[in-house]
Each structure stands twice: as structure tokens, then as C-alpha cells.
């Protein structure tokens, strides 16, 4: 019977049934993997922990410039220069306008006075027929200096309107004589000396 043998006989001889080697090599196996995944789990862990510090030191940095920002940075200054800014710009797109409607205006001024060049270049330096009559009768110094030019005298007026220079020509001698008018001189004097000139 079984019992009838010795235990260790029989525990011996089930152990030598078993047979336990690919038990023990897949063990084996399994305990190698184990160990290989704790090692790559563990390089994961510090990389993932190396990320993790770079990025703390990343959020610290940006927080503590955040922070700055905001304290260098307060809203009503900046709602105040939005709206000196919205002015400055306003002004500016006025003034713009202004200019150009100013310019528009000096545009047709400017055509208006080419006109009236045009016209004027037309007419001469003495004015068309009807004005030179019209001045002509009117004028009495205007007779004058007409009865001086066809003598070769030419009276030249200052700013003011005051004849105070005049030129006499000789053409017979080919002789031109230029002489200021002093109000304190006698007109004899001058009318002897453009006499002798001529």
C-alpha cells in the first residue's frame, strides 16, 4: 500500500515526476523582464522628473515675470494712454482734413490767379486799351511821366510811391545819366541839369 513506504521515498521519487527545469527557466525569464522594465520604468521616471523640474523652473520664471508685468503695468495708465492715443489720433485726422480742404482751397485760388495772369500777360504791362485810356484821363501824373518818356526821361517810384530816382537817356549821344531826387534841392536845379543832359 502507499502508506506502507517510506515518506521521503515517496516525496522523493514525486519530486523526480515533476519536472520543474522550465518552471524554473520561465521564472527565470520572468524575473529578467521584471528587472529590465523596473530599469526602463525607472529611466522614464527620471526623465519625466527631469521635464517636471525644467518646467517648474520654466513656471516659476514666467510667474515671477507675470507678477512684474502686473505690478509695472496698471490698468488705469493704460486706459488713460488708450484714450490720450484715441485723442492724439483724432487730432491728427482733423488736422489732416483741415489740410486737405485748406489745400483744395489754395488749389482753386491758385487756378483763379493763373487766370488772371494769362489775362493779365494779354493786356501788358500797361493794361488793354480801355484800362490805359482810363488811367490815361484820369491821372494826371500818368500824363507826366508819358510827356518824360517820349523825352527819354524814365522817373522810377520807391515803395512809398515817392519818385525818387530817375534816368535820362541821350540817344543822339548815346549818353545815360542816373541821379536820386533830394526833396531839398530846388526843382530848377533839377530841370537845368536834365535839360543839359539831354
Sequence with gaps: ????????????????NFNIHPDKSAISRIHESLSTLQQARGLRVR?????????????TTLSTQHAET??????????????ELDT??????????????EG????????GLKARLVELELQGVEGDEN?????????????????????????????????????V???QKGDVHVFNIDPKLSRYFYANYIWQAL
Excluded: C, W
Design 1 to 16: 500500500m502507499l502508506l506502507d513506504e517510506d515518506p521521503a521515498t515517496l516525496i522523493h521519487h514525486t519530486i523526480g
Design 47 to 59: 526623465e519625466a522628473e527631469d521635464v517636471l523640474k525644467k518646467l517648474s523652473r520654466n513656471l
Design 70 to 83: 502686473i505690478i509695472s503695468h496698471s490698468t488705469a495708465s493704460h486706459a488713460s494712454q488708450i484714450v
Design 88 to 101: 492724439q489720433k483724432f487730432r491728427v485726422a482733423k488736422a489732416a482734413s483741415d489740410l486737405e480742404i
Design 104 to 111: 483744395e482751397r489754395l488749389d482753386q485760388e491758385l487756378e
Design 131 to 167: 484800362e490805359r485810356a482810363k488811367r490815361e484821363s484820369e491821372d494826371p501824373t500818368v500824363l507826366k511821366l508819358k510827356i518824360y518818356r517820349s523825352l527819354g526821361i524814365d522817373v522810377e517810384a520807391d515803395r512809398a510811391g515817392n519818385y525818387n530816382k530817375a534816368v
Design 169 to 171: 537817356r541821350n540817344i
